[in-house]
């Protein structure tokens, strides 16, 4: 099959298009044809050689953990998701096939049907970075009524699904972006946004009660100036790898609470968002899409830190 593979730690250009043997289905796996593959910053941190580059064992490997395709082989004849069936949902790279190619195995538990209403490329953008918005927001900080939350982040792939998560739980969301972004957040659900650019955001916000880090110290130390931020016993749910190695500590030292989290490829959980997505309370945004040709344009784009909701490759026609 055709796919994208890597086969060293490195650069974009590490990244070449080539040939690999498809991927063998077994036990309680599907085989699916993908039509198009979410890319994410931990796609281009592993490629990088942090992320869940030490999993890896064997080169060529292929990255990508979202994909929305066609299930090609089901695990058995009365299986509900049959050959032909529309699905979506996020893999385990690089203990399973990636999604930047033809096909991927993956566990029925970790696929669910394609909403309707979206396109191919649209699912493909949702799985990962929705899961972690809902972990962080929902499971984590539980998002409540008369809840302050403060957002970093909040026009990204995983920031632009927990605004809308926490604003349709009742949260007053304050959400940090560029000022290009402020109008495309308030639209999301954001009752405040504070230009990162021209302000300082602990010297304007009052305390909030929890903020979802999608940043950590890798950017102006935008970690530990949110300590300051929240009340006593406030919470900070830090979600991006190795981007706050003292977190545990700084926290203990600010009198709040915090946590890192590492998101689960749930289909039950991927089934709730799904419903929302359906009834229009939740939306995705697509910011770009690439060639599966042009994998490593894709990954130069995300590093740039500059983009608003998704990139998304397409690998085949629906």
Known sequence: ???????????????????????ARVNAELLVR??????????????AG????????????????????????????????????????MGMVPR???????YLTVTTLSVIRKPSRLSHVEAAAVPLAALTA?????????????????IHAGAGGVGHFAVQFAAYFGAHVVATASARNAAFLRELGAAEVVDYTSERFEEV?????????????????TGTRSLRVLRPGGLLVNGPTGSWPTLAEDAAAAGVRATDYRVAPDGSTLAVISRLLESGDVKVYVDRVFDLADAAEAHRAIESGRTRGKLVLKVAEG
């Open 50 to 89: 942090k992320g869940a580059f030490p999993g890896i064992t064997e080169f060529p490997t292929v990255l990508g953990n979202d994909f929305s395709g066609v299930v090609v082989e089901a695990p058995y004849a009365a299986h509900p998701l049959q050959p032909g069936t529309e699905v979506y949902g």
């Open 1 to 23: 099959m055709r796919a994208m593979t890597m086969s060293r730690a490195g650069g974009p250009e590490v990244l070449a298009l080539g040939e690999v043997e498809t991927p």
């Open 96 to 102: 399973m096939s990636g999604s930047y190619a033809e």
């Open 134 to 150: 809902w972990g962080m927001v929902v499971e984590t900080a539980k998002a409540h009524e008369g809840q302050r939350m403060l």
């Open 205 to 221: 916000l009052a305390p909030v009660d929890a903020v979802i880090d999608l940043i950590g110290n890798v950017s102006d130390e």
């Open 34 to 47: 993908v039509v198009a593959a979410g890319v994410n910053p931990i796609d281009a941190k592993t490629r």
